[in-house]
């Protein structure tokens, strides 16, 4: 099976956009069984917003679409919602499910500009203004981290030419760079 996530998350009460988990098809693990769905064998494709809200990690809204055309949306429930300390509240307008997540999740706000593309036509970490690692435990936040510095330290290296994205030394230059920086794995996602 196929997993094709895009999410946002809500941290401070700002708007961000994921960009690299650690464990992208654990973190839905519960929240979303595709054999309930009757989706086990296909690709799907599903957009999620998350929000840490007094240090935990809750899923907001969800929207599930597979190759078939079959769509799935995760709404509020009609007997209201989860506050924080998983007590049902009445009148809310959102959904919001408790999510046990363990691992990290890179956070980027600000995109800077097109020409940081990287070669699988994706914006790379360093083309935010502000990058943000968040680290989990059972969907307790328990460090965030700011990259925002090192990301503009790449930018810079960039805009300067001592480093530049057609040559593979150099490439690997700055993966090796951003995953020192990191604490989560992030494999393949880096560049």
Known sequence: MVINMKSEMIFHDQEYEVIMIESENVIMEKEINQDILGMEHTNLNYHCCFEVKEYRLYLRSCEIICSHG??????????????????IVQGSSELMISNTYTGSIVLGRGLISAEYLSHVNAYPCYGYEEVIELIFSQGI????????????????????????????????????FLRDSFVGDYKLQLV
């Not at 079959?70 to 998983?86: A, C, K, M, P, T």
């Open 70 to 87: 079959y769509r799935v949306v995760l709404q509020e429930s009609s007997q209201g919602n989860i506050d924080s300390n998983d007590r």
């Open 141 to 176: 936040l328990v460090t965030t981290i700011n990259h925002s510095r090192a990301m503009k330290r790449v930018r810079m290296n960039l805009d300067c030419g001592y480093r530049t994205l057609d040559k593979k030394k150099d490439v690997r230059c700055i993966q090796k």
